[in-house]
Structures are given as C-alpha cells and as structure tokens.
C-alpha cells in the first residue's frame, strides 16, 4: 500500500477563517484546512466515530468484498470515511472527494492500496473535477450540513449513480426530541468549544455546533432524500450517547421500477 494519488480542481485558500456563526464555502473549506493538522486526535478523542461510521458503511449492504464496485466518498475529510469504506468492502474501486486541500493532503499522505484515489474539488463541482459516474454507491460523512444547497447536491448525487445504487448518508441530524438537542449542547459547551479553542479553530467547531443545531431532523432530511429521487430511504440511529444525535439516512436510487419505500426507522447494521 502506499500514499494515494490525489488530484486537485480547487485553489488553495490562504486566509485564515472568520469565527461567525456558520461557516460556507471558501471560508468552510479554510477552517478545515486549518484544522487539519489536529483534526485525526480530536476525533480520535470522539467515542465511537470510527466504529459507527463503519456501522453505517455497512448499512449500505454492498456485497462482501466489493470487486468490480464503485464507490463515491463524498467529504472524505482526512480518510476516516473512506478507511471504514475500505474495512466493508476492500476490493472496491473507491473516489474520495473533499474541498478542504488540507484535509486531503492528511487523507493522501496515509496508506490506500491503488484502488484509492482522491479528488480535492467541492461536491457541487464533481463534474469539472472529473468525477463522473456511474457509481454503485454513494458515502457521505458529516457532508450535507456543511453545503449551502444540499438539495442541488442530493441531486448531483443521485445523477452519477446508476439505477438502484444505494446511498448512505451519516450525519448529525437530531431526533427532534429535546433532550437530544440539549445534550447535544451540553457536549459542545463542555468539550467541543473548549476543545476547539485549545487548537485554534474556535471558528470552526462553533460551526459544528450550531451547524447541527440548525439543521434537518432525521425524519426531515430522510424526506429530502425521497424528494431527490431516492425510493426505500429509512434512517438507523447510532448506540450509545450519540443516540438520537447522529443517524445513518439509507436510500437507494429510483430506477423507475415498482418498489416499496421504507419509511419507519431501521436497524440495518
């Protein structure tokens, strides 16, 4: 295995972010770039994220080795998603894309077998980067809240898969209960923030905070999905205190068939 190849459809961005409320774009892609250097202890430091996102990766019920598969990792991030992509189905051909140039550089540095391969491009431009389907599947890790328009790029999605390819999106979406937006708020105030100062990135994991905060419920973003044109979504939450906080939202990629659509929670994995 050796350091995968990475290629590069985005300008580097130099300027350090600004610490508002939430981060976009250019500015989002910044504060990851900046943060990446500490990023992989941090999360290290997170019970269960490695393991639950392998959870997820397997709800996406692909075939055990996954030869002649391919796969997209959307918001790779420094390869965490695509390490638990790998661990489900190691012979599979694997795409790995995110915005943050430094984040990437982390994730490419690592060792992938040649199957590997990452893009540093933002999700709505997948196209111009060179990304083009059809893939079997789509992985996307802490992706959706972080874009200006997830409803563009539910559908860029669900354009470069091939009928009935499956999607598994592992998120922060809150049950709605608030009891899980209050603890919620409870760990960031006593780790996150804290955490994030520390490093320098306050900015950033403020970000995260309200980011979730303000986005989709579970139920919500598992509507999203059908309306992009994705039949059988269900969500299965996470064990642990992530219950209720963080969720896998499955579908797979209408082919124009007859099909029942799921719509209740699900344990898949």
């Avoid at 959870?55 to 796969?71: C, H, I, N, Q």
């Avoid at 893009?119 to 992985?139: K, Q, S, W």
């Avoid at 059908?226 to 499955?250: K, N, S």
């Amino acid at each position: 295995m050796t350091p995968a190849r990475t290629t590069s459809h985005e300008p580097s961005a130099s300027h350090r972010p600004h610490t508002g409320e939430l981060l976009h774009d250019e500015a989002l892609a910044a504060a990851f770039d900046h943060a990446a250097r500490s990023y992989d202890r941090l999360v290290a430091a997170n019970p269960g994220y490695h393991a639950h996102l392998r959870r997820s990766a397997r709800r996406l019920r692909l075939p055990a080795s996954g030869a002649g598969l391919r796969l997209l990792d959307l918001g790779c991030g420094t390869g965490a998603s695509t390490a638990a992509l790998l661990r489900t189905v190691p012979l599979a051909e694997i795409t790995a894309v995110d915005a943050s140039e430094g984040m990437l550089e982390r994730a490419a540095a690592k060792r992938w077998p040649p199957t590997v391969r990452f893009v540093h491009a933002p999700v709505e431009r997948l196209g111009a980067a060179g990304v083009n389907g059809p893939y079997d599947a789509a992985f996307a890790a802490y992706l959706f809240r972080n874009v200006s328009d997830p409803d563009a790029v539910l559908a860029a999605v669900r354009a470069l898969l091939r009928p009935g390819g499956r999607l598994a999106v592992h998120e922060y979406t809150l049950s709605g209960r608030p009891s899980d937006r209050l603890v919620w708020t409870a760990v960031c105030r006593a780790v996150v923030l804290p955490a994030g100062t520390l490093t320098g990135d306050h900015g950033l994991y403020r970000h995260l905070w309200r980011s979730v905060v303000g986005f989709d419920t579970a139920r919500e973003f598992a509507a999203r999905v059908r309306r992009a044109g994705f039949d059988q979504v269900r969500t299965a939450p996470m064990p642990g205190w992530q219950t209720g906080i963080v969720h896998t939202v499955l579908g797979r990629a209408a082919d124009g068939t007859a099909s029942a659509r799921l719509t209740g929670q699900g344990e898949a994995g």
